[in-house]
T-cell receptor, first 113, second 111 residues
Framework: DAGITQSPRHKVTETGTPVTLRCHQTENHRYMYWYRQDPGHGLRLIHYSYGVKDTDKGEVSDGYSVSRSKTEDFLLTLESATSSQTSVYFC????????????FGPGTRLTVL | SQQGEEDPQALSIQEGENATMNCSYKTSINNLQWYRQNSGRGLVHLILIRSNEREKHSGRLRVTLDTSKKSSSLLITASRAADTASYFCATGEAAGNKLTFGGGTRVLVKP
């Protein structure tokens, strides 16, 4: 599993509250990613990071921010959660910067009421 | 928008049969990858095929790539109940750091 953990694994929150999801890796890989998975949409990239303090937007970044102050941790923040952000969130790391073979964490199921 | 589109969306077969699923994409790619996802779990990397390769094997998996048709297929031979999962293709458009995933094919292997 490439030493990837996500926390929390499940969360229920109210609309308008801030939420932070954490992805932790133990192998010092440079590239890290946050995806969301919804029925009918597959996996969609939210944000990714190519190093400490180096991040960029994916295709569905609105309403999300990220931070990476240490190589091992990549945080995803929903500043003010909305019901449309109810989803399963996956973190991934890349072990090959050229072909970008990715390894995924176990996921966080987030419900926004 | 999705780069890869899998077909069929769902597939039901008997144990021992072969399962074939296809992936079509729209732009030029550097590589195409297939992933498996068991229910409630994260994705697991299965196989990667480079744009200059046409076929690749890994155990019971066979992947083909036709860049002229912008399509790939994943064949699982002699399927087992444990192969029940969703299968996703993902394309890398250039040597770089992003993949684009398709919507997946749900495979049910009945014992």
């Amino acid at each position: 599993d490439a030493g990837i953990t996500q926390s929390p694994r499940h969360k229920v929150t109210e609309t308008g509250t801030p939420v932070t999801l954490r992805c932790h890796q133990t192998e010092n890989h440079r590239y890290m990613y946050w995806y969301r998975q919804d029925p009918g949409h597959g996996l969609r990239l939210i944000h990714y990071s190519y190093g400490v303090k180096d991040t960029d937007k994916g295709e569905v970044s609105d309403g999300y921010s990220v931070s990476r102050s240490k190589t091992e941790d990549f945080l995803l923040t929903l500043e003010s959660a909305t019901s449309s952000q109810t989803s399963v969130y996956f973190c991934a790391i890349s072990v090959d910067s050229y072909y970008n073979e990715q390894f995924f964490g176990p996921g966080t199921r987030l419900t926004v009421l | 928008s999705q780069q890869g589109e899998e077909d069929p969306q769902a597939l039901s077969i008997q144990e021992g049969e072969n399962a074939t699923m296809n992936c079509s994409y729209k732009t030029s790619i550097n590589n195409l990858q297939w992933y498996r996802q068991n229910s409630g779990r994260g994705l697991v990397h299965l196989i990667l095929i480079r744009s200059n390769e046409r076929e690749k094997h890994s155990g019971r998996l066979r992947v083909t790539l036709d860049t002229s048709k912008k399509s790939s297929s994943l064949l699982i031979t002699a399927s087992r109940a444990a192969d029940t999962a969703s299968y996703f293709c993902a394309t890398g458009e250039a040597a770089g750091n992003k993949l684009t995933f398709g919507g997946g094919t749900r495979v049910l292997v009945k014992p």
